[in-house]
Nanobody
Framework: QVQLVESGGGLVQAGGSLRLSCAAS????????MGWFRQAPGKEREFVAA????????YYAASVKGRFTISRDNAKNTLYLQMNSLKPEDTAVYFC????????????????WGQGTQVTVSS
């Protein structure tokens, strides 16, 4: 079992930045690849970014590539998502997830989930 807790969400103006964190506890953090997903009202949960167990490989959704950066600190059992140049369409609840798949890109590939943190980008 892995427990995940997200933090760092909030309200920001378009063009601004936020850094999300996901603190993990329970089983060994670096046994899992990690991903960030988001869900806007009335929409399905969608993939944002993924990172391998070591942090050596990353993958991004086209909509965030070049603006968002996923990283992890295995010594601190923490996953991060640096979000720059935010747009109103980035508004959503952001979830972190742990997976046994090398680079998870779908919700079904993820085993453990956090509760989510709200990100709201105003225009």
């Amino acid at each position: 079992q892995v427990q995940l807790v997200e933090s760092g969400g909030g309200l920001v103006q378009a063009g601004g930045s936020l850094r999300l964190s996901c603190a993990a506890s329970g089983r060994t953090f670096n046994n899992y690849a990690m991903g960030w997903f988001r869900q806007a009202p009335g929409k399905e949960r969608e993939f944002v970014a993924a990172i391998s167990r070591s942090g050596g490989s990353t993958y991004y959704a086209a909509s965030v590539k070049g603006r968002f950066t996923i990283s992890r600190d295995n010594a601190k059992n923490t996953l991060y998502l640096q979000m720059n140049s935010l747009k109103p369409e980035d508004t959503a609840v952001y979830f972190c997830a742990a997976s046994e798949v090398p680079l998870p890109t779908t919700a079904m590939q993820c085993r453990y989930w956090g509760q989510g943190t709200q990100v709201t980008v105003s225009s």
